[in-house]
């Protein structure tokens, strides 16, 4: 059975670091592209960052390149998400998604999700 847990969500004042992680079993994650969603109340879903299999290709929504870096590890099937300098619009509950292709990095269009974790930034 496919699994994606996120972890490493919680709170912190803005400017301030976290970083997730997501953690995945029963997928070949060596073939996945793997991506950040993040979803506040309200709002729409939108792509944060997304990495490519082989994690030679990365990819940013425009208001977090220079603060969020997306990273791999295939050897321990995990997916990373540095976030730093911190916003209070970055507050959202954050989701990791595993995409085999095509999926433009729409919401629609990645083949599996975990369950979020949730990352509030204080003003």
């Known amino acids: 059975q496919v699994q994606l847990v996120e972890s490493g969500g919680g709170l912190v004042q803005a400017g301030g670091s976290l970083r997730l992680s997501c953690a995945t079993s029963?997928?070949?994650?060596?073939?996945?592209?793997m991506g950040w969603f993040r979803q506040a109340p309200g709002k729409e879903r939108e792509f944060v960052a997304g990495i490519g299999s082989s994690g030679d290709s990365t990819y940013y929504l425009d208001s977090v390149k220079g603060r969020f870096t997306v990273s791999r590890d295939n050897a321990k099937n995990t997916v990373y998400l540095q976030m730093n300098s911190l916003k209070s619009e970055d507050t959202a509950v954050y989701y990791c998604a595993a995409d085999l292709g095509g999926s433009n990095w729409t919401p629609s269009g990645m083949a599996h999700w975990g369950k979020g974790t949730l990352v509030t930034v204080s003003s």
């Open positions: 029963g997928l070949t994650f060596r073939i996945y592209s």
